[in-house]
T-cell receptor, first 115, second 111 residues
Framework: AQKITQTQPGMFVQEKEAVTLDCTYD???????LFWYKQPSSGEMIFLIY??????QNATEGRYSLNFQKARKSANLVISASQLGDSAMYFC????????????FGAGTRLTVKP | EAQVTQNPRYLITVTGKKLTVTCSQN?????MSWYRQDPGLGLRQIYY???????DKGDVPEGYKVSRKEKRNFPLILESPSPNQTSLYFC??????????FGPGTRLTVL
């Protein structure tokens, strides 16, 4: 069975600095997708970034990048130049490759950006 | 505008009173899903549907029902709600590999 682990319940970062949120996963499937979502205090789930297991390059989306280390089964999110608006819960998730029909989420990391 | 809508957004009810949370998407997606979110547990999948009349259980289906009579709608039904179903519920619609749209969430309290 697939499993996602986020070991950091809470993180603090100074505004304008970079921060890495950890995510490890466990699966026996060769094909899978890895996701990061942001959940601000308002509650909505905001898609940030996606990495397919066969993608050779690490995914990037603006200030977000996913540090994908397949052999270590890790998919850490790196946020560069943190902003106050980045304060939120962040969830790592994994799914079957094609249809996300078995999507598993980690417990989340609460990021607080300090001014 | 592409969106997933859920209603109601907030609901307080009592044990045993049947309720339905509606979910609708305007993107003609085949795949839809329901999740519940509880503190410290992240999101857990309740049910998913790969197309009209095709539904299957996720990780935590007990106490829930769904139906998919038309592509755009995927309601979640709690026939006899209990306090342990107090949670934040999300509906999601999937465009394809790596693209999942979430609804705004429904916060349910069962007294």
């Amino acid at each position: 069975a697939q499993k996602i682990t986020q070991t950091q319940p809470g993180m603090f970062v100074q505004e304008k600095e970079a921060v890495t949120l950890d995510c490890t996963y466990d699966t026996s499937d060769p094909s899978y997708g890895l996701f990061w979502y942001k959940q601000p205090s308002s509650g909505e789930m905001i898609f940030l970034i996606y990495q397919g297991s066969y993608d050779q390059q690490n995914a990037t989306e603006g200030r977000y990048s996913l540090n994908f280390q397949k052999a270590r089964k890790s998919a850490n999110l790196v946020i560069s130049a943190s902003q106050l608006g980045d304060s939120a819960m962040y969830f790592c998730a994994m799914s079957a490759y094609l249809y996300n029909n078995d999507m598993r989420f980690g417990a989340g990391t609460r990021l607080t950006v300090k001014p | 505008e592409a969106q997933v809508t859920q209603n109601p957004r907030y609901l307080i009810t009592v044990t045993g009173k049947k309720l339905t949370v509606t979910c609708s998407q305007n993107m003609n997606h085949e795949y839809m899903s329901w999740y519940r979110q509880d503190p410290g547990l992240g999101l857990r999948q309740i049910y998913y549907s790969m197309n009209v009349e095709v539904t299957d259980k996720g990780d935590v289906p007990e106490g829930y029902k769904v139906s998919r009579k038309e592509k755009r709608n995927f309601p979640l039904i709690l026939e006899s709600p209990s306090p342990n179903q107090t949670s934040l519920y999300f509906c999601a619609s999937i465009a394809g590999v790596g693209t999942q749209y979430f609804g705004p969430g429904t916060r349910l309290t069962v007294l």
